[in-house]
């Protein structure tokens, strides 16, 4: 079975209620017929934002494959009867600033899209509207992405799809190390397996490394899936302080580092280096961590790759990635606003932009298996299966109001940790001090 697709002869509905839309089964269908810009236009790149009084604009980042995915979504809820969507997309790079302008300067857009660890601060400043009538639609989604949208005031957004990391490998380096992949997350490499078959890679050129992992700039948290595995925490259970003196975590930043000294990965891997990716796609290095939603980029690069699941130690642990879609609770708009997320959430919206992004969806209600993935349909059922091993323990630590900000420092203390010269525990003291810093501001 595969996701369900836009009925032809269908007529256009006229809109649906708020209440109606935030029902898990609304299960809304297109009309048939319209191009993906019916109903949609296009904003500037960046700067603060303004519609008509019959539009809404949406502040976004967007991949190749994501932006004609937005395009759909935009084109199908005007087809519902909703009003036009314009897409104001940005880098990924720019759009806190992008946001953030526009919120400063009293042209906010109606709805933008967040990573799930930055959601927090928007809603502790106040800026994000609460959705109603919530019961029915949170029983559809699985916990752990419901979780980072919702604290006790209410929920902030819906967990529009998630992503996470595997271990992807060039088929030719992979052959040259006699490498057998694990194919079930049961049977992923333990840390020392993993150090193993990173040690036996073969370089396919002289200046090939192993393996680089994908914690480059905002992806700093990514660590944190190590500090997981070793049964660590970087936060106390109470999320209020920093937890000093971590075993596992002291035992994490040993492993990430002698990536490093034992010259598995290049210097330029560090965490405000050259995206892992980029180095898999240049065969800098044999072997990268990365996200479902780059498959459709490394499938141009021109050679055969495979994936594989992250590595285990204490335990089995996988990054919370992807993105929630918030409105603004100071648009003139906000009820629009927040049907269009309410379609958005919606078990058809989510399937059909999951499929076509190459991302993963939330819903527990949308069957991964049944989805026409565009790219790679055998490595994203992998992805489903490594999705499955997201931690709440670690998903808590990564959605708390400050966690921007300990992000940087995770990004500059690591830094500073990879490529400097103190001891571990000296190094894991830099990196906890400055993570306390950001909680005592």
Same mark, same amino acid.
């Given at each position: 079975?595969?996701?369900?697709?836009?009925? @032809?002869?269908?007529?256009?509905?006229?809109?649906?209620?708020?209440?109606?839309?935030? /029902?898990?089964?609304? /299960?809304?269908?297109?009309?048939?017929?319209?191009?993906?810009?019916?109903?949609?236009?296009?904003?500037?790149?960046?700067?603060?934002?303004?519609?008509?009084?019959?539009?809404?604009?949406?502040?976004?980042?967007?991949?190749?494959?994501?932006? @004609?995915?937005?395009?759909?979504?935009?084109?199908?809820?005007?087809?519902?009867?909703?009003?036009?969507?314009?897409?104001?997309?940005?880098?990924?790079?720019?759009?806190?600033?992008?946001?953030?302008?526009? +919120?400063?300067?009293?042209?906010?857009?109606?709805?933008?899209?967040?990573?799930?660890?930055?959601?927090?601060?928007?809603?502790?400043?106040?800026?994000?509207?609460?959705? $109603?009538?919530?019961?029915?639609?949170? =029983?559809? %989604?699985? $916990?752990?992405?419901?979780?980072?949208?919702?604290?006790?005031?209410?929920?902030? &957004?819906?967990?529009?799809?998630?992503?996470?990391?595997?271990?992807?490998?060039?088929?030719?380096?992979?052959?040259?190390?006699?490498?057998?992949? @694990?194919?079930?997350? !049961?049977?992923?490499?333990?840390? !020392?397996?993993?150090?193993?078959?990173?040690?036996?890679?073969?370089?396919?050129?002289?200046?090939? #490394?192993?393996?680089?992992?994908?914690?480059?700039?905002? &992806?700093?948290?990514?660590?944190?899936?190590?500090?997981?595995?070793?049964?660590?925490?970087?936060?106390? !259970?109470?999320?209020?302080?920093?937890?000093?003196?971590?075993? &596992?975590?002291?035992?994490? +930043?040993?492993?990430? =580092?002698?990536?490093? =000294?034992? &010259?598995?990965?290049?210097?330029?891997?560090?965490?405000?280096?050259?995206?892992?990716?980029?180095?898999?796609?240049?065969?800098?290095?044999?072997?990268?961590?990365? /996200?479902?939603?780059?498959?459709?980029?490394?499938?141009?690069?021109?050679?055969?790759?495979?994936?594989?699941?992250?590595?285990?130690?204490?335990?089995?642990?996988?990054? +919370?990635?992807?993105?929630?879609?918030?409105?603004?609770?100071?648009?003139?708009k906000r009820d629009a606003a927040l049907d269009f997320l309410a379609f958005c959430a919606q078990a058809q919206q989510v399937g059909e932009f999951c499929a076509a992004a190459s991302?993963?969806?939330?819903?527990?209600?949308?069957?991964?298996?049944?989805?026409?993935?565009?790219?790679?349909?055998?490595?994203? !059922?992998? #992805?489903?299966?490594?999705?499955?091993?997201?931690?709440?323990?670690?998903?808590?630590?990564?959605?708390?109001?400050? %966690?921007?900000?300990?992000?940087?420092?995770?990004?500059?203390?690591?830094?500073?940790?990879?490529?400097?010269?103190?001891?571990?525990?000296?190094?894991?003291?830099?990196?906890?001090?400055?993570?306390?810093?950001?909680?005592?501001?």
């Open positions: 079975m595969t996701a369900p697709r836009t009925t @032809p002869g269908t007529t256009t509905a006229p809109p649906a209620s708020r209440r109606a839309l935030l /029902g898990a089964g609304a /299960g809304l269908t297109a009309a048939a017929g319209l191009s993906a810009c019916s109903g949609f236009s296009t904003g500037g790149s960046s700067g603060s934002s303004s519609s008509a009084p019959d539009e809404l604009t949406v502040i976004t980042w967007a991949s190749d494959a994501e932006r @004609p995915a937005f395009e759909k979504l935009a084109a199908d809820f005007a087809a519902q009867g909703g009003p036009r969507v314009r897409l104001q997309v940005v880098p990924y790079s720019e759009v806190l600033t992008a946001v953030d302008t526009a +919120l400063r300067t009293d042209s906010p857009p109606d709805v933008f899209r967040v990573s799930y660890t930055d959601v927090a601060a928007y809603r502790a400043q106040g800026v994000l509207a609460n959705l $109603p009538d919530t019961a029915e639609l949170e =029983r559809a %989604f699985l $916990p752990a992405f419901w979780s980072a949208v919702t604290d006790d005031e209410g929920t902030f &957004g819906v967990p529009h799809h998630t992503d996470t990391s595997m271990v992807l490998v060039n088929d030719e380096a992979v052959a040259s190390a006699s490498l057998t992949l @694990p194919r079930t997350p !049961e049977e992923a490499w333990s840390w !020392e397996q993993f150090a193993d078959a990173v040690g036996r890679v073969r370089p396919t050129r002289a200046d090939t #490394y192993a393996v680089a992992v994908n914690w480059q700039n905002a &992806g700093a948290f990514r660590w944190l899936n190590f500090v997981d595995q070793a049964g660590g925490r970087l936060l106390t !259970e109470d999320l209020g302080a920093v937890a000093e003196d971590d075993p &596992g975590m002291l035992k994490a +930043l040993t492993f990430s =580092r002698d990536l490093f =000294r034992q &010259g598995l990965t290049p210097p330029n891997a560090n965490a405000r280096g050259q995206a892992a990716s980029d180095l898999f796609l240049n065969q800098t290095v044999a072997m990268c961590f990365a /996200g479902d939603f780059l498959l459709s980029e490394i499938e141009g690069g021109g050679f055969g790759y495979s994936a594989t699941f992250l590595p285990r130690d204490v335990n089995a642990s996988a990054d +919370l990635g992807g993105n929630a879609l918030v409105a603004v609770q100071d648009s003139a991302v993963l969806p939330t819903r527990s209600d949308v069957d991964p298996a049944a989805l026409d993935w565009v790219v790679r349909p055998d490595l994203m !059922e992998l #992805y489903v299966q490594q999705a499955r091993e997201i931690r709440t323990p670690l998903v808590e630590q990564v959605v708390v109001p400050s %966690f921007s900000a300990i992000n940087t420092q995770l990004r500059d203390r690591l830094d500073e940790a990879f490529l400097g010269s103190d001891d571990d525990a000296t190094a894991l003291r830099k990196i906890t001090d400055g993570v306390q810093s950001v909680i005592d501001a």
